[in-house]
């Protein structure tokens, strides 16, 4: 069993990257595991590449049976060895998809080194230890400069954490005891301060082993869709093996002769070999896709929803807007001029080191302000009974905080609130904002206007789900004053104020009783109830464990609009599957035109038929089977990439797919059926 240790980070940040589909420490493999999986017991999992198998099986012992009788064929030989081809492929497409995935948890595995752990003991005494003999519930010591040896959840201290050796992202984060906002994973780094872990997972079971365990696994359920799409076309495989029977009984009241061999090459020409072979990569390439992005999915059925999804719940704090409120106006008192309020704001959040402090600094210093290089005062820290904070001075005492906390502290040193400064109050109220009452000694002189910023961008990228009909819903517990004007910001659809942690799950079971499907996001502990019932759960690595247990992806980037680009690849995937197929169906046609005037020559009825003029019976069949073989491992790179995406409406994407890959898989095939045919005729094949 693999040990949760950590990795070098310089490595790990290969795992973010695509690779190349020529890499050939994926093609070699990939090539070897195509010739075992021939296989009849693996085939069977696959109802139209076993049909293919066994029609090779049948026109080899052909061969082979002319062989023995001394009459030298080479048409079956040429037939069963590109029907043995399209197997090749088919598994081969495979193959690349899971091999892409275990490669890049290979790359993990690899990078893997050992780290020594400050295990605290009950007497409080520190023991260095290996992390291999950690367990779950194990106390350690984390200082600056150190690496984190396990996955755990901070229990003291905050710290600045490096997340780089997981989600390849330089910029660090915060990590702090008693919030959403304080799990932490193995083989991340310790930048400053100290932090006490309390390790979460036994050797073998950490998110990093699990993340390898989900990447290389082979094994995987079938999604809805895609068992769909295998019914759709084992009836056309079945609905062909008609048509050909058929075709003796035709055949036979014609007086015409037509050969087992060349009978089975239009069976397997005229089943949908193509996304036969391809659809099982296709899923496979979508998780892929999702791990390139840094989200882990937990099944493919998780990815295929997320391309169905109707309604985005989206949380307002940090998810919509940057989730500390900002300073963005300082509108001072009628008798106060402006470089007095900005300055008095700028000595009242000195020692203010919370956002929204650090923000009125910013806001004072971008204004014009002049920061002190030394205060000589008593600092005042906010605190839950006062709502408020400040300095006092030699020559002044300056407090700000709550207009409530502000206007008593007022009262009991006998001074007041101008009626202007409560009109600003009021208005800032009304907007959504958060109002911060300046005062210096007795007298109010001013107030700080807070605001929660919407992110930059995320209003476009929530115009561009509109755009494919799917539905934003905000939810929040802030008053519904300040959930509309975000809203109206953003650009929400609808938005549910004032909501606890059990209204998520409400809303989610609501809307999935219409039949929709729902996907949220959540970090949480409370978070875990919805994350669980939604169709789409994207859980946040730097959430806490039951989060990140609850939902079906794990975003290991814990970027909140990571739910979009999950939606994205989802869409990508069904649309790719869908071009495929549509690929592969028209294709047919072609193999019509080709075959069916070839088996009956000297029919007038099928004249009009050969339009290509093939050379003859044989190069004809022959040519269409070395297409259909051919055609696969030219689609293999499409399958694993993926059909290019563009925000669109269903009717739209059906157009799109109909008139690139269904009139492609029309033309298509007619040009290389008849250059492999000429080809061949000039090589003296056939």
């Not at 598994?91 to 080194?113: H, Y």
């Not at 004007?485 to 809307?511: H, S, W």
């Not at 790179?637 to 890959?661: D, E, H, Q, T, W």
């Amino acid at each position: 069993m693999a040990v949760p240790t950590p990795i070098d980070h310089k490595e790990a940040r290969r795992i973010a990257r695509t690779r190349s589909l020529l890499d050939k420490t994926i093609l070699i493999p990939s090539l070897k595991l195509s010739v075992l999986r021939l296989n009849p017991r693996v085939q069977l999992r696959n109802p139209v590449m076993f049909v293919v198998e066994i029609g090779a099986i049948f026109v080899t012992l052909v061969f082979f049976a002319n062989l023995a009788a001394g009459r030298i064929f080479p048409f079956p030989a040429y037939i069963a060895l590109w029907l043995w081809f399209t197997i090749i492929f088919a598994n081969f497409a495979e193959a690349m998809a899971e091999g892409r995935g275990k490669a890049q948890a290979e790359t993990l595995r690899r990078a893997k080194i050992d780290t020594p752990a400050k295990l605290i003991g009950e007497n409080g005494d520190i023991t260095v230890v290996k992390a291999t003999d950690l367990k779950k519930g194990d106390i350690l010591l984390v200082t600056a400069g150190e690496v984190i040896p396990a996955d755990g959840t901070v229990i003291e201290g905050v710290a600045s954490i490096d997340e780089s050796a997981i989600t390849g992202e330089s910029a660090p984060v915060i990590r702090e005891s008693g919030g959403d906002r304080s799990g932490v994973t193995g083989g991340t780094k310790v930048l400053s301060d100290s932090i006490r872990v309390r390790v979460s997972t036994n050797p073998g079971e950490s998110f990093l082993d699990r993340m390898v365990e989900l990447v290389e696994s082979a094994e995987r359920q079938k999604t809805p869709n895609e068992i769909a799409l295998t019914v759709l076309i084992i009836g056309l495989t079945l609905l062909y093996l008609v048509v050909v029977v058929c075709l003796i009984a035709f055949a036979s009241y014609t007086g015409t002769t037509v050969s087992t061999v060349v009978l089975i090459s239009l069976l397997v020409c005229l089943i949908p070999t193509t996304i036969g072979g391809l659809l099982s990569a296709i899923g496979i390439a979508g998780m892929d896709r999702l791990l390139t992005r840094n989200v882990v999915a937990k099944s493919g059925r998780a990815v295929e929803a997320a391309g169905d999804v109707d309604v985005i719940l989206l949380d307002k704090t940090g998810t919509i807007t940057l989730g500390n409120r900002q300073a963005v106006e300082f509108i001072p008192a009628q008798d106060v001029s402006t470089a007095e309020i900005r300055d008095i704001c700028l000595l009242s959040s000195l020692s203010d080191t919370t956002p929204e402090g650090r923000s009125i600094i910013e806001l004072a210093l971008a204004e014009g302000a002049v920061q002190p290089p030394t205060v000589c005062g008593t600092s005042i820290d906010f605190s839950a009974d006062t709502c408020m904070s400040g300095i006092d001075l030699p020559e002044k005492k300056i407090r700000k905080g709550a207009p409530d906390a502000i206007t008593k502290y007022l009262k009991g040193q006998g001074g007041t609130v101008p009626s202007s400064l409560m009109d600003a109050v009021a208005r800032i109220c009304t907007q959504g904002g958060t109002p911060l009452l300046v005062a210096k000694d007795n007298q109010a002189i001013g107030v700080i206007h807070l605001k929660d910023i919407v992110k930059p961008g995320i209003a476009d990228r929530l115009r561009v789900l509109k755009r494919v009909g799917i539905r934003t819903v905000m939810i929040t517990g802030d008053n519904p004053v300040t959930a509309k004007t975000i809203a109206d910001e953003a650009g929400i659809d609808e938005f549910v104020a004032e909501a606890k942690p059990e209204d998520k799950l409400t809303y989610i079971r609501k809307e999935q009783a219409k039949g929709q499907l729902v996907a949220m996001i959540g970090d949480g502990t409370n978070d875990a109830p919805a994350l669980a019932q939604a169709d789409v759960g994207l859980a946040m690595n730097s959430g806490t464990d039951a989060a990140r247990e609850a939902g079906n992806m794990v975003d290991l980037d814990s970027s909140p609009t990571k739910l979009i680009d999950v939606i994205e690849t989802g869409k990508q995937l069904l649309v790719t599957r869908g071009a495929l197929t549509t690929f592969s169906i028209a294709n047919d046609v072609s193999k019509y035109f080709a075959i069916i005037p070839a088996m009956f020559p000297t029919l007038p009825i099928f004249h009009a038929m050969n339009i290509m003029r093939l050379h003859s019976t044989q190069s004809a069949v022959l040519s269409a089977v070395i297409f259909n073989a051919i055609i696969i491992i030219l689609l293999i790179p499409l399958a694993l990439k993926g059909v290019a995406y563009r925000p669109a409406g269903a009717s739209n994407i059906l157009r799109r797919n109909a008139l690139i890959y269904g009139l492609g898989g029309v033309i298509v095939p007619f040009i290389g059926i008849k250059a492999i045919d000429l080809l061949i005729t000039v090589l003296g094949l056939v």
